[in-house]
């Protein structure tokens, strides 16, 4: 686990936040534990995002974070999200509603079908989230039927509706 901060220049809130850290940290000594400077740990995750694996940090940096890591993965309409509470899983895109493409038919739906993907998931059915991970997968790797954020721009087809992109995947689920 590594724990993102800037307690050297933020020292009452991210110090305390370092702090407190540090001591849950004591308390599972089996879990591999270290700190990282934020501007550190986004250089990290962009030339070496395999050292990483759980990122624990402050509201305002998982914010920033999170939409650097969507775009290396190719954008924020792919990620899908969780938010994990004590009783409850909340499963939504990552980007959220995004009210700007109400209406429009342009949004891409990945992040959405992933997770629902996630959801199956979580209900015990991996097999089921399996197949609509690959079906996701074929239909990015085709670069057929896309939307326009993730289509090739020298690609002279026009960029797939956020319908016909969902239709293309429903038609490769297995």
């Given at each position: 686990m590594t724990v993102a901060h800037k307690a050297t220049v933020m020292r009452a809130t991210d110090g305390?936040?370092?702090?407190?850290?540090?001591?849950?940290?004591?308390?599972?000594?089996?879990?591999?534990?270290?700190?990282?400077?934020?501007?550190?740990?986004?250089?990290?995750?962009?030339?070496?995002?395999e050292d990483l694996d759980v990122v624990v940090m402050p509201n305002m940096y998982g914010d920033i974070v999170s939409d650097l890591a969507a775009a290396l993965a190719g954008g924020v309409g792919l990620v899908p999200g969780v938010n994990v509470g004590d009783d409850v899983l909340l499963f939504e895109p990552a980007h959220g509603t995004a009210p700007r493409h109400a209406g429009l038919n342009d949004a891409n739906p990945v992040a959405t079908i992933l997770s629902a993907a996630l959801l199956v998931r979580a209900l015990g059915d991996r097999d089921g989230a399996d197949r609509i991970e690959s079906a996701v997968t074929e239909v990015l790797v085709s670069g057929e039927h896309v939307t326009y954020d993730v289509g090739d721009p020298s690609d002279s087809r026009p960029a797939a509706t956020t319908d016909a992109m969902a239709d293309a995947i429903i038609a490769r689920l297995p």
């Open positions: 305390l936040f370092l702090d407190v850290a540090r001591e849950v940290a004591a308390l599972y000594p089996d879990i591999a534990f270290d700190d990282m400077l934020i501007d550190n740990l986004c250089a990290h995750l962009v030339r070496r995002p």
